[in-house]
Every structure is written in structure tokens, then in C-alpha cells.
């Protein structure tokens, strides 16, 4: 298994602000992944996060808007860009581990609501 | 393309009732089936999992069998607890990828 730590677990934001999330993991991974969660909602992918490379964007979302970066193996951040209130939601980290196969681990996520 | 479909929640139940909670997907290939759940305030947790036809996974009371044929992976448990209130999510992937694609999720509530 795998222990994922987020930070932050929770923000309020002002709209046309900035936020960015830092994913933490205690094991060496293969992939790691960013999911958001609207209020009532389900799980939407928002992109894949490569290490030393640009990450992998889904339909529907942007670097502009959601710049992700992963520097190493066990570290992935990702910003949430100029705010609205429609970017109040959960967000997720995920990834899958060197001993994992096919099973996702996912994070505690990151309740953001935007004022 | 690819999705998952639950049946609409919240369900409410009272404690020792049988629970199913409806999941079908829409696939080309071959996935591996996934039931996770939400428990309130926490982050997403794996439940079951299924790779193949026919195989039947199983945690904590709750089962769930990967049915191509009838292209389902409904989930079971024979006498629910107040403990098992949360939401619970049906989800699909593909090895290429690792993209997990998420049903809408069902609610559940257990009553005493």
C-alpha cells in the first residue's frame, strides 16, 4: 500500500487568487494523478502528472488553469490558477505504486472553497 | 465512449437489511472493475476490486462479482451496519493509462 499525505487539507480562497496543493507519498510510484471532486459529484481526472515532464491534461482542463508539477517520484504539486467559485471542490491526489497492480491509492484530498 | 452507471442514491436502510447497490459499464476491451467508498469527511478508499470475468471480490462483509455477460459489478452485503453510512463509488480502468472512470456515486444511509 501507500500513504499519501495532502496539503492543504482544507482553504478558503478569495476569487482571482491562486492555490497550490502539495502531494506527498511514503513509497516510490509509477504514476501519480490528479482527480477533482465538485459538491455531490463524482471523480473527474484532471490530469496525469509526469515526472520531469509536462503533465498529461484531460478534455476540459488547461495548464493555464491547472499547472501541475512533479519533480520527483513521490512529490507532485498541483495550482489552482485565478479562482472562481466553481473551482470549489475536493481535490485528489492518486497513484499507483512499484508493488501495486492496478490498485489506485488515493489521498485525503483537499476541500477548496472559493469565496 | 467508456463509463460507469450507478443507481441513483441516497438509499436508506435499516441496520441487518441486505444492501445492493447497482453498477453497470459501457467498455471496449477487457477492465478491471473497482468499488471504492467515501466514508464522511475522508478521502477515497478501495473496497473491492475485480480483474477478470467470472472473479468475485470481497472486503469487509461486501462482495461483488465481475459480470461480463450482463456488463454489471453490483455490490452486496448481506446485513448492513450503521458504520457502512457513506458513499459509494463504482469505477472502471484500463491498464493502458491508469485512468479510473467513476460512476456518480450512491449514498448510503444506515439506520439503527
Known amino acids: 500500500s501507500a500513504v499519501i499525505s495532502q496539503k492543504p487539507s482544507r482553504d478558503i480562497c478569495q476569487r482571482g487568487t491562486s492555490l497550490t496543493i502539495q502531494c506527498q507519498v511514503d513509497s516510490q510510484v509509477t504514476m501519480m494523478f490528479w482527480y477533482r471532486q465538485q459538491p455531490g459529484q463524482s471523480l473527474t481526472l484532471i490530469a496525469t502528472a509526469n515526472q520531469g515532464s509536462e503533465a498529461t491534461y484531460e478534455s476540459g482542463f488547461v495548464i493555464d488553469k491547472f499547472p501541475i508539477s512533479r519533480p520527483n517520484l513521490t512529490f507532485s504539486t498541483l495550482t489552482v490558477s485565478n479562482m472562481s467559485p466553481e473551482d470549489s471542490s475536493i481535490y485528489l491526489c492518486?497513484?499507483?505504486?512499484?508493488?501495486?497492480?492496478?490498485?489506485?491509492?488515493f489521498g485525503p484530498g483537499t476541500r477548496l472553497t472559493v469565496l | 465512449g467508456d463509463s460507469v452507471t450507478q443507481m441513483e442514491g441516497p438509499v436508506t436502510l435499516s441496520e441487518e437489511a441486505f444492501l445492493t447497490i447497482n453498477c453497470t459499464y459501457t467498455?471496449?476491451?477487457?477492465?478491471?472493475l473497482f468499488w471504492y467508498v467515501q466514508y464522511p469527511g475522508e478521502g477515497l478508499q478501495l473496497l473491492l476490486k475485480?480483474?477478470?470475468?467470472?472473479d468475485k471480490g470481497s472486503n469487509k462483509g461486501f462482495e461483488a462479482t465481475y459480470r461480463k455477460e450482463t456488463t454489471s459489478f453490483h455490490l452486496e452485503k448481506g446485513s448492513v451496519q450503521v458504520s457502512d453510512s457513506a458513499v459509494y463509488f463504482c469505477a472502471l480502468l484500463y491498464n493502458q493509462g491508469g485512468k479510473l472512470i467513476f460512476g456518480q456515486g450512491t449514498e448510503l444511509s444506515v439506520k439503527p
Open positions: 492518486s497513484v499507483f505504486t512499484v508493488s501495486s497492480y492496478n490498485e489506485q491509492f
Open positions: 475485480a480483474t477478470k470475468a467470472d
Open positions: 467498455a471496449t476491451g477487457y477492465p478491471s
